[in-house]
């Protein structure tokens, strides 16, 4: 059956982004308190604020990037599989198909995330930084509908 799991290449991807901008924020701070030419003042206002806060913004992407990298979700034939192997936070549960609202996935300027609605209890279960297939989606709706015999379209939103 067909998985998500999370995307190693994706987080490599944004995190050498980071460490790039915090050379380049590196190099702007040693020109401004070490100057050997007169850059200091050109430096000191938008420039380097601008890149902090890039730098920022980059580490929280990775940091949101990198922190499923344990959770793997698998279909079967009674519905969903989803499994967290993370040390601290061991979950397996399988999600009934006749349980799922809606599967969705999302894509943010780095990278997608997956989110299973659930009908109760307004639960969700959420897959960052996700590598999967177009047959992935196409399975999970087909056995979403399946069971509670919606449109073909109403199982699964692609966002």
Same mark, same amino acid.
């Given at each position: 059956?067909? $998985?998500? @799991? *999370?995307n190693? =290449? %994706?987080?490599?991807?944004?995190?050498s *982004?980071?460490?790039? &901008? #915090? @050379?380049? +924020? &590196?190099? /702007?701070? =040693?020109? !401004?308190?070490?100057?050997?030419?007169n850059?200091?003042?050109?430096?000191?206002? *938008?420039?380097?604020?601008?890149? !902090? @806060?890039?730098?920022? !913004?980059?580490?929280? =992407?990775?940091? /949101?990037?990198?922190?499923?990298?344990?959770?793997c979700?698998?279909? #079967?034939?009674?519905?969903?599989?989803?499994?967290?192997?993370?040390?601290?936070?061991?979950?397996?549960?399988? /999600?009934?198909?006749?349980? !799922?609202?809606?599967?969705?996935?999302?894509r943010?300027?780095?990278?997608?995330? /997956?989110?299973?609605?659930?009908k109760?209890?307004? $639960?969700?279960?959420?897959l &960052?930084n996700?590598?999967? +297939?177009?047959?992935?989606? @196409?399975?999970?709706? =087909?056995?979403?509908? %399946? +069971? #509670?015999?919606?449109a073909? %379209?109403t199982?699964? $939103?692609?966002?």
């Amino acid at each position: 059956m067909p $998985q998500a @799991t *999370w995307n190693p =290449a %994706q987080y490599l991807s944004v995190m050498s *982004w980071a460490m790039f &901008s #915090t @050379t380049i +924020t &590196s190099i /702007l701070l =040693a020109l !401004i308190f070490f100057p050997f030419t007169n850059l200091g003042a050109y430096l000191a206002g *938008w420039p380097i604020g601008l890149s !902090i @806060t890039v730098n920022v !913004i980059l580490f929280i =992407a990775a940091s /949101l990037a990198r922190r499923d990298q344990y959770v793997c979700v698998s279909l #079967t034939a009674d519905g969903i599989r989803y499994a967290d192997e993370s040390e601290s936070y061991r979950r397996n549960e399988l /999600l009934r198909a006749s349980d !799922i609202k809606k599967i969705r996935v999302r894509r943010n300027p780095f990278f997608k995330s /997956l989110t299973i609605d659930m009908k109760e209890d307004n $639960q969700r279960f959420f897959l &960052s930084n996700v590598s999967l +297939t177009e047959n992935f989606l @196409t399975e999970a709706n =087909a056995l979403i509908n %399946q +069971t #509670t015999g919606d449109a073909p %379209q109403t199982g699964l $939103q692609k966002a």
